[in-house]
């Protein structure tokens, strides 16, 4: 019963729905980029090992961004083989400020997206942003 009761909490929690949309994301994405024969295109991040990656920590930190959400997930190497990695993402409300960092085991670390303005947690207006309607 209690159970019951925390969930129906959470699911009225817009972060919470947020972050649950991303998780189900990115493993959908993960599956389907194994499973497809379609070519996925790399695009160029940012990444660097850990001890230059401090002063990347240090400007979000003085950006006044929030911890928002971190969740484990894998990234691919040019071959197509998959690894494990975590994956933040860190938020600052008064700016509307944004940011997704990707942390690989061996302590690479590569900004992965950021951004400012016009940052979302509607459902609705991110099924409209993203066509989810029109989607089979």
């Known amino acids: 019963m209690m159970f019951k009761k925390l969930l129906k ?3 009225k929690d817009k972060i919470f729905l947020a972050a649950l949309f ?3 994301s990115s493993t959908y994405i993960a599956v389907y980029a194994q499973e ?3 070519n996925f295109y790399g695009k160029p991040v940012m990444c ?6 401090m002063g990347m920590w240090a ?7 929030k911890p928002l959400l971190g969740f484990r997930g894998n ?7 998959k690894f494990d990695v975590d994956y933040f993402i860190l938020y600052d409300a008064d700016e509307q400020q944004i940011v997704v960092v990707e942390r690989q085991d061996n302590g690479f670390q590569c900004l992965i997206a950021g951004g ?17 309607d029109d989607i089979p």
């Open 22 to 24: 991303i998780f189900i």
């Open 75 to 81: 990234s691919f190497l040019d071959d197509g083989r």
């Open 116 to 132: 400012t303005g016009n940052v979302t947690f509607d459902p609705e207006k991110l099924n409209d942003l993203i066509g989810w």
């Open 9 to 11: 909490e959470l699911i």
């Open 48 to 53: 660097t090992p850990l001890e230059q990656a």
């Open 59 to 65: 400007q979000i930190k003085k950006d006044d961004m």
């Open 36 to 38: 497809r024969t379609t």
